[in-house]
């Protein structure tokens, strides 16, 4: 199964046609909310309408700039890269996941490109690189000791191009300039650099939270203006939840296969989207109720 297809399965035979997204919700054309804990694979992790980068997109496209001709776009978003994973300072773009993880299966025959969220760390394999994800479970170390990182941005859906971080000195100039990015829409890129400054934004906000330097308007727990009023952060969401494993704002599956086909179904009628699959992780929304999550509770409770 490739990354493109864990991340981005078929929901044809498993939810009725959506009408609309908003925040951490799905809406069916009956008008029915459901409470999205997946989460497009954590590209909506700062919720389905990111703040600012639908903007960034008609703004470009306003521009006309739809063609793949030469822009600013693709430095832009290595430059936000780099920000954010400065020991990885190699990176190559790609029109998809799909092409990136083919070049990562050339370079690396064997070696599976893991995902933190739900995998152990082994900086011998490439991996996701996913927001807030615990640094035990990152696949990275000082000094980018692992082999290559594949970011999940906050994009939200299956359009964002395959980002590829590695350590310096690990790629080829010639494969600088094959996958430089210069094939991506520009309005696609600078969506996805809007996302990736989102990110590198609510770093820097726990960074200050830390320090106690506090970026005026900030209140602690919540993310400000990147969200709706009293959208969650990643880094300060919580969720226990019985057979699940918590890890920054993802949670790990530990039960049976079996259980959670069943306890897949019972949500669903209770309108909430869980992963489709038990490998899969969920990924805690930023806003929810108790009313929303108590149900979950109550299934997951009864497995044996």
Not at 77 to 102: C, D, M, T
Not at 109 to 124: F, N, Q, Y
Not at 126 to 143: I, M
Not at 217 to 227: A, Y
Request: charged share 25%; glycine share 10%.
């Amino acid at each position: 199964m490739t990354i493109f297809d864990r991340l981005f399965p078929d929901f044809t035979e498993i939810l009725p046609e959506v009408n609309r997204c908003r925040d951490y919700h799905i809406y069916d054309g009956r008008g029915r909310r459901y409470l999205d804990m997946y989460l497009s694979g954590g590209t909506a992790l700062l919720g389905h309408r990111p703040n600012g980068i639908s903007l960034r997109v008609k703004n470009v496209m306003a521009k006309g700039l739809w063609a793949n001709y030469p822009t600013a776009w693709p430095g832009r978003l290595k430059k936000e890269l780099n920000s954010l994973l400065p020991a990885y300072p190699e990176v190559l773009l790609f029109s998809g996941l799909i092409e990136a993880e083919r070049w990562l299966n050339d370079r690396f025959p064997g070696k599976e490109v893991l995902d933190p969220a739900v995998s152990d760390s082994d900086t011998d394999h490439p991996a996701l690189w996913r927001p807030f994800c615990p640094s035990e479970y990152s696949n990275t170390k000082e000094g980018g000791e692992g082999l290559a990182l594949v970011p999940i941005l906050p994009f939200p859906g299956p359009f964002t191009p395959g980002m590829v971080c590695l350590p310096e000195g690990s790629i080829r100039p010639e494969e600088k300039k094959l996958y430089s990015g210069a094939s991506i829409p520009p309005y696609i890129l600078a969506g996805v650099v809007r996302a990736a400054a989102l990110v590198r934004s609510h770093y820097e906000d726990l960074s200050s939270d830390r320090t106690g330097a506090k970026p005026d308007g900030h209140k602690p727990g919540s993310t400000g203006k990147k969200g709706s009023a009293g959208d969650k952060a990643p880094c300060d969401r919580k969720l226990t939840l019985p057979q699940w494993e918590k890890r920054g704002p993802y949670l790990k599956y530990t039960g049976s296969t079996d259980a959670y086909r069943t306890c897949f179904k019972a949500a669903l009628a209770r309108q909430i989207l869980l992963p489709p699959a038990p490998e899969l992780p969920l990924v805690i929304p930023g806003l929810y109720s108790r009313g929303e999550i108590g149900p979950l509770i109550e299934i997951f409770s009864s497995i044996d």
